[in-house]
């Protein structure tokens, strides 16, 4: 009976140590494989810095959209036309059409349905934009800020 | 006090007198030129755009306007009574003299505009500077504003929209009408129909600054009679027509 039983302990002892073996040789690999790949298009220096963006950037036009259709205050650093320009996929010119497109690819992932582009174009737009567009920061009344 | 101080004195006293006779106000100019709105500077009250057509100026058959608009804000050609249509070419025949008189209809931009009075989610607006437009984000698709428009100019985009224009944002589920090309004017230019109109040759269309006594459309509407479409309803509009 005693030695039935450290046999037993021991095979459980060697599955966990080889379940433990398995998990921590797969844990690099599924972090690769769940993560979206971006095709972050033309890229560059964003307006902030991309983990700023990540969290915030619906922040950043959210009150900015008002203030353009409803008072005219164009030129603001924060545009979507800006964020398609920079980001457009160089393979179909748009932020969308499938999960490597830099929109769509971090919505899938994250499970939330973009609205703006029901109405707004998801490709670059013809001509460019205006060419002073740091004069005014119209979201720093409501736009969270960035911690120091 | 030495020289140069007397100097200095006497031109910013120059400067100074110089900027107030070309300013008269903020966002208002002595001058009539073009020139878009800086960015950050919102629509100003000081101006009121408008539109003045000239009925006899306006050629039977010719739709450069319809379609300088339609490629301009994107929208299909219309097929159906119920398909979007930001403007249309209007033909009335005088049944007693024959007479036949062609004009674009569109969004009158009215100062009094009944669409803004109805508007249950304060979506339909009018700029500080007399544009009539639908705020997209916030207009539910209920139409109210389309019964109360006595111009029937506004449409219903019933259709999801596939090409989107960069500049013109449409959807669907939001009504929608003449914008007077609101992102041209901001960048200084004049909106697609007035410019295709002049590229065609009949210069119909005058647009402007109704409230600037310098400006072409003020110095026409001084000069030659013009009416307003259903003026009976105190509207207001910001355009005029002539010949009719």
Redesign the interface.
Same mark, same amino acid.
């Given at each position: 009976m005693n030695v039935l039983r450290s046999l037993y302990a021991s095979s459980r002892a060697r599955i966990a140590a080889l379940f433990a073996v398995l998990l921590l040789a797969m844990t690099p690999a599924w972090g690769d494989s769940l993560l979206p790949k971006l095709d972050i298009g033309k890229g560059g220096h964003c307006v902030r810095d991309p983990k700023f963006m990540r969290a915030n950037h619906m922040y950043l036009i959210l009150h900015q959209r008002d203030l353009v259709v409803r008072q005219g205050i164009r030129g603001s650093k924060y545009e979507l036309t800006n964020c398609v320009d920079c980001h457009a996929s160089k393979v179909n010119n748009s932020v969308l059409g499938t999960n490597q497109n830099f929109c769509q690819g971090c919505h899938v992932y994250a499970a939330v349905k973009i609205d703006c582009f029901e109405c707004h174009s998801s490709k670059p737009q013809h001509f460019p934009a205006v060419a002073d567009n740091a004069a005014i920061d119209p979201t720093a009344p409501i736009a969270p800020k960035e911690k120091q | 006090m030495s020289d140069i101080n007397h100097g200095r004195r006497q031109f910013l006293a120059q400067g100074s007198a110089l900027a107030a006779g070309i300013a008269i106000a903020p966002g208002m100019l002595l001058f009539d030129f073009a020139h878009a709105?800086?960015?950050?500077?919102?629509?100003s009250s000081a101006v009121r755009w408008g539109m003045l057509i000239d009925t006899t100026q306006c050629e039977s058959g010719c739709d450069a306007c319809v379609t300088a608009c339609r490629k301009e804000n994107g929208w299909p050609e219309p097929k159906t009574a119920q398909d979007v249509q930001w403007i249309r070419k209007v033909e009335i025949k005088q049944i007693s003299t024959g007479k036949q008189i062609n004009l674009p209809m569109m969004c009158q931009h009215c100062a009094e505009p009944p669409c803004v009075d109805v508007c249950p989610t304060a979506a339909s607006?009018k700029?500080? @500077?007399g544009i009539v437009?639908v @705020?997209? &984000?916030r207009c539910i698709g209920c139409r109210y504003c389309m019964m109360a428009c006595p111009y029937q100019a506004r449409s219903f985009v019933h259709e999801? *929209?596939v090409d &989107?224009?960069?500049?013109m944002?449409?959807?669907?589920g939001?009504v929608e009408s003449c914008t007077l090309c *609101?992102d041209r004017v @901001?960048r200084g230019e004049q909106p697609a129909c007035v410019e295709s109109c002049a590229k065609e040759g009949h210069k119909a269309l005058v647009f402007g600054d109704l409230n600037n006594p310098n400006s072409e459309i003020s110095q026409r509407i001084r000069s030659v009679a013009s009416i307003k479409l259903r003026e009976d309803l105190g509207l207001d509009t910001a355009f005029s027509f002539v010949g009719l």
């Open positions: - | 709105r800086p960015a950050g500077v919102p629509a607006f700029r500080a @500077d437009l @705020d997209k &984000h999801p *929209v &989107h224009s960069s500049e944002p449409r959807g669907q939001t *609101v @901001d």
